[in-house]
DNA sequence: TAGAAAAATTATCGCGCGTAAAATTTATAT
DNA sequence: ATATAAATTTTACGCGCGATAATTTTTCTA
């Protein structure tokens, strides 16, 4: 057997013996190329998977109605709200579910509510894992309250942020919560599209817009995080982004340059190359730019988010620069996010922490209250959780 | 101004000049004592963004038949298949649909057709960058071919996979991509579920089940790195967790143990602790406990996969072992996945790439012929792609 | 220019459910 | 027991579109 180093093309490979899969490998053309070998393919024909023991599947909430005895508006109502029939009704009704395991068809019902139960989650970028998380707390909070969320994510793109709501507005959606690409977005369009659909914004506000924002307090971040290398070593350079994706960057260089003057320092903003949203990458060819020179005008370095931080970290060890709180360090590095992976950077990193918990709430509370109260609220609240600064080994 | 340290609750926090927001923060009733101050609410009533420049706003197919001047099941059956009316109409159509902007309902659409465009794209952890950016390539594969994907997440729970069938029944969708949980999913409720709706696997093989299955060739994985790091240096240990999420894992251990055979070296795996899908702390831990206690059989380990590489490359930094191929480093770690971060570690991470962009173009495009073909193909076919080299600092 | 083939039109039904109004039953209070 | 309110049932219609059959129109071929 033959093994090539990396990049180069062919590959051919052969596996176990009882299930064996010959796989000729070409770049070019893998993907038609690709031959396969095949299992007894025993499948049994079409056929909706039978539910509860019930003799015949019920087709409809007619048909349900015949076999559970209740007539069909009040099933109707049922579903709608159980609570909006009697209890001995309802205990019937839910007695006959158990015995037919009939669901109304989301379609025909989407169709003739006024309202429907659709709620869309849209995120700017989902490959990172700080709004994967997020977003699964959204989730979890509207299907408990008994919504349909879907989730989308514009991925950094534009483009994306237009056709996802150009999509959201077909689904007729009781309501969206909607994280903004920020600099990159559309603003006029998302103004248009939080007038037609109940939208609360969160993570990146967008002044104005939507019928409120729920979000982290960039000053707390950042006052936290200057506040503490102070007061424990030297005051920071900020480094960022020199065209950042996300307003909130704009909002924590401003938070840094005020501190830093409230405390008698002067400030010292690093701007680093770089488009888009990879900001490992971005922060780590601007570290290495930056600290390869060798004119580090300070010994801490305040990162705008976790993600550059990341970047940062990865240069400079790669430069040899040791990083850390204790004398053997020539550097200290703190950031802010707590990006779900900041623990396990070298070394771990000291970070000011979203409260996702409160965020994420928050934000879906607040859409439920836009949705009951009929799709406006009396006023737009912002509302901003503070930081929670998480000491590590970095800083 | 008072800062405190992290862990203590009360909060006070006075912000911007412009816009004030007071937050008091108290971690036990954060979000209902949250207080706000607001803005003028500037929003205009209600009402649907108008589209085009068209004067009457279309509310079904029948009201644009008659300004287009087209009959409604011809309009029918463009929107179903634009290539199926004649150019000339379609022409006329399209030009139509500039002047007014109608778009037909999607919940009748759905509701009348035998097959919906809907996608169901499963996949088992979105908090990990792999996943999600397969998610991302499945998606924009899907709505290139006309149809409409919707995301789910398992979340490394066995309720949610479930719960995910249960709702993509309800969407009648033509197909489904799906990355099952592996160890944790229901098994007998998945191979029902592919008996009702047309999938194909992906990532995570379950042995029979579903129409096609389409991943990563393990054992090109682990030879590839086995035969590098023996051809380079020691042979390795293969580092894994005791109970691994995803039946990938045993794979790569078995493939592991016959490379170390097949080359004459004697095989030795490292099994951790750990439960669920944290797999860089589970990896972090372990690491810790190993090589705490100093007595590592070999000089270079295989991690099963690089989210545990990434905790073990962490614990390894702050225990002081110096990981790499130069003479100073005392430690080499190699691993598989090429994960969005491995990139990022420090050093960055010796790993054997998965070929995204081929899995999920193959997967995509079976899944079109698997609808094409009316719910079923051929025979279960299973195609693996190769995995391919990437050397860096860690081996 | 005739004839056949293709496409568009008209007319009508069905999908599964929401919803409204009127008639009937049930629960609660006097 | 009786009056009153509340819940339920009956009846009927509407939602927007897919699908079909029968007819008419248009287009293509010779």
Known sequence: MNFRRAGEAAFVYVSFPNKVLIIQFDFLRAIRNCKKVTEDGSNSPLGWGSGAMSKTQIKNMEEFAVVSGISRPTLSKYFNDPASVRVS???RIEAALE???YRPNIFAVNQNRKLTKNIGIVVPYLADPFFAEIARNLEERCIQAGYRPTLYSSH???KLELEIMDSL?????AGVLFAPLGRASDRSEIEKFCKAVPTVLFDSNLDGIGEAFIGSDNFSFVSQTVEYLTRTGEPPSFFEMKTP????????????IQMMERLGFEPNVIKVEGQGWAFEEIGRQGALKLLGA???PTNAILCSNDRLAIGLLSACYQLGIRVGRDKSASLRVASNDDHPFSRFTCPSLTTAAHDYENVSNKSAETLF?????GGHLPERTETLFPARLVLRDSA
């Open 89 to 91: 009704t309802r205990a």
């Open 99 to 101: 015995q037919h395991d």
């Open 156 to 158: 950094g793109e534009q």
């Open 169 to 173: 507005r077909g689904l007729r959606p």
């Open 245 to 256: 994706a996300n307003p909130n960057a704009n909002k924590r260089r401003i938070a840094y």
């Open 294 to 296: 060798g004119n580090l």
């Open 369 to 373: 209250q836009l949705i009951e109260g």
